[in-house]
C-alpha cells in the first residue's frame, strides 16, 4: 500500500518563476494538506484540501494556491518566488472522521536562486 | 495564542541511555498530541500519537509519551537509545480540525 506521493523530489527555480507540486494522498484518505518547512524550523501550516475545496488556510500570501482533484490527488501552486520560499515542501494526507492522524510524504526539496 | 514549545533544540545522548524529550502545549480546546520523527532529507514519520483515555501512549520503535493536562506537557521517552534514533523529533497539536502546529522541533544525536 504505497503512502503519500510527492513529486518531483528536488526542484531549482528562479526569483519570480512559478513552480507546481503535486501530491498523491495514501489510499483510502480524502484530505490532503501542505506545510512548508525551512531550514531548521517545524513544519507550517499552509492549506487544506477537501472535497476539492480549500477548507483552511495558515498565514501565507496569496501566491500560494492549491487545487483538489476528483481522484484526491493536489497540487501546491507558488507564483512569483522569492528567495525565502526557499523550503521543503510537505504533504500530508487523512481521512475524515475520529482524528487518525497525518501521513506525510517525503517532500518537495524547493531552492530558489 | 495556540503554540508548542520544544525547549530543547539539541540534545546528546549515549546509546543505550535512556531519553526524554520535552513538548509543552498552549491549545484553548482539548488536544490531539503527536510526536513525529524525521530524518535528514526525509518527511515525517508518525511515532505516537494521544486522543483521549490513558495517558500512557505507546508507539512504534520503542517509544511512549505521557499527555499530563496540568502541566500541558506530552513528553516523549525511550528506555534505551539506539544509534538509529538519532535523527529530529517534532511534537504537534491540533484540537482535530486537521490542521496542526509543530513545535521547532529537537535534533537527537546519539553517542557510540
Known amino acids: 500500500d504505497a503512502g503519500v506521493t510527492q513529486s518531483p523530489t528536488h526542484l531549482i527555480k528562479t526569483r519570480g518563476q512559478q513552480v507546481t507540486l503535486r501530491c498523491s494522498p495514501k489510499?483510502?484518505?480524502?484530505?490532503v494538506s501542505w506545510y512548508q518547512q525551512a531550514l531548521g524550523q517545524g513544519p507550517q501550516f499552509i492549506f487544506q484540501?477537501?472535497?476539492?475545496?480549500?477548507?483552511q488556510r495558515g498565514n501565507f500570501p496569496d501566491r500560494f494556491s492549491g487545487h483538489q482533484f476528483p481522484n484526491y490527488s493536489s497540487e501546491l501552486n507558488v507564483n512569483a518566488l522569492l528567495l525565502g520560499d526557499s523550503a521543503l515542501y510537505l504533504c500530508?494526507?487523512?481521512?475524515?472522521?475520529?482524528?487518525?492522524?497525518?501521513?506525510f510524504g517525503s517532500g518537495t526539496r524547493l531552492t530558489v536562486v | 495564542a495556540q503554540s508548542v514549545t520544544q525547549p530543547d533544540i539539541h540534545i546528546t545522548v549515549s546509546e543505550g541511555a535512556s531519553l526524554e524529550l520535552r513538548c509543552n502545549y498552549s491549545y484553548g480546546a482539548t488536544p490531539y498530541l503527536f510526536w513525529y520523527v524525521q530524518s535528514p532529507g526525509q518527511g515525517l514519520q508518525l511515532l505516537l500519537k494521544?486522543?483521549?483515555?490513558?495517558?500512557l501512549v505507546q508507539g512504534i520503535k520503542g517509544f511512549e509519551a505521557e499527555f499530563k493536562r496540568s502541566q500541558s506537557s506530552f513528553n516523549l521517552r525511550k528506555p534505551s537509545v539506539h544509534w538509529s534514533d538519532a535523527a529530529e523529533y517534532f511534537c504537534a497539536v491540533t484540537s482535530g480540525t486537521y490542521k496542526y502546529i509543530f513545535g521547532t522541533g529537537t535534533r537527537l544525536k546519539v553517542l557510540a
Open positions: 484540501y477537501y472535497e476539492e475545496e480549500e477548507r
Open positions: 494521544y486522543f483521549s483515555g490513558d495517558t
Open positions: 500530508a494526507s487523512t481521512r475524515q472522521g475520529p482524528n487518525y492522524g497525518y501521513t
Open positions: 489510499s483510502g484518505h480524502d484530505t
